[in-house]
């Protein structure tokens, strides 16, 4: 199947500072980018659906001035976690899809393991 | 989110028995369904995926069954083995252009 790749796996920053995750498609282009948290022992809770050369779309109670998503081309999301504090901590995770439609799968990052200290 | 936290039920089976997974999903618009795996500090995995015009596929050593009436997804693995144990979820597709809804989640142990 189709690689995604997510950067860094684990990051470590102290309360306070910003964090970037990037969210790369390698063998395809990604219209539609979803970035989900996943705490321990819970499912993947969808944060926000990025279009490429859009703004993105971010779900009910989700900061996005804290959370700022960019999609600057059809390979690469990126996921900003401002001013980190330690309830941000959490596994970080990017989906992109190859193409809108109904029947296309969602291609899954390796995800990142966010510790806010 | 969509998405429902809740924390994880656990199946165990014996090594070599046929495992079945559950899930139950909850927009009767949904037309498109997949089952992905994941390992403990990895993103999920693909097994298989069932549209809404069919009730079954099969794939190697998995099969997935749909009942739209009940709006019931199940996965079955045959031949249960220890690779196979992680977390299962099951994703539903809400229509054209829509993101992925995920089920709870299901941690699979396989018992030597």
């Known amino acids: 199947g189709a690689v995604v790749s997510q950067h860094p796996s684990r990051v470590i920053c102290k309360s306070g500072t910003s964090v970037k995750i990037e969210c790369r498609s390698l063998d395809f282009q990604a219209t539609t980018m979803f970035w989900y948290r996943q705490f321990p022992k819970q499912s993947l809770m969808l944060m926000a659906t990025?279009?490429?050369?859009?703004?993105?779309?971010?779900e009910q109670g989700v900061e996005k001035d804290k959370f700022l998503i960019n999609h600057a081309s059809l390979t690469l999301s990126t996921l900003t976690v401002t001013s980190a504090h330690p309830e941000d901590s959490s596994f970080y995770i990017c989906?992109?899809?190859?193409?809108?439609?109904?029947?296309?799968?969602?291609?899954f990052g390796q995800g990142t393991r966010l510790t806010v200290v | 989110g969509e998405s429902v936290g809740l924390h994880l039920p656990t199946l165990s089976v014996q090594e070599g028995d046929n495992s079945i997974i559950n899930c139950a999903y909850s927009?009767?618009?949904?037309?498109?369904f997949i089952w992905y795996k994941q390992e403990s500090g990895k993103g999920p995995q693909f097994i298989i995926d069932i549209r809404s015009n069919m009730d079954k596929r099969q794939g190697q050593r998995v099969t997935v069954l749909l009942n739209k009436t009940v709006k019931h997804l199940s996965l079955q693995i045959a031949a249960t083995q220890p690779g196979d144990s992680a977390v299962y979820f099951c994703?539903?597709?809400?229509?054209?252009?829509?993101?992925?809804?995920f089920g709870p989640g299901t941690r699979l142990s396989v018992l030597p």
């Open positions: 990025s279009n490429e050369g859009s703004k993105a779309t971010y």
């Open positions: 927009n009767s618009a949904s037309d498109y």
């Open positions: 989906s992109a899809r190859a193409r809108q439609g109904w029947d296309t799968e969602a291609f």
């Open positions: 994703a539903e597709n809400r229509g054209y252009g829509q993101n992925f809804v």
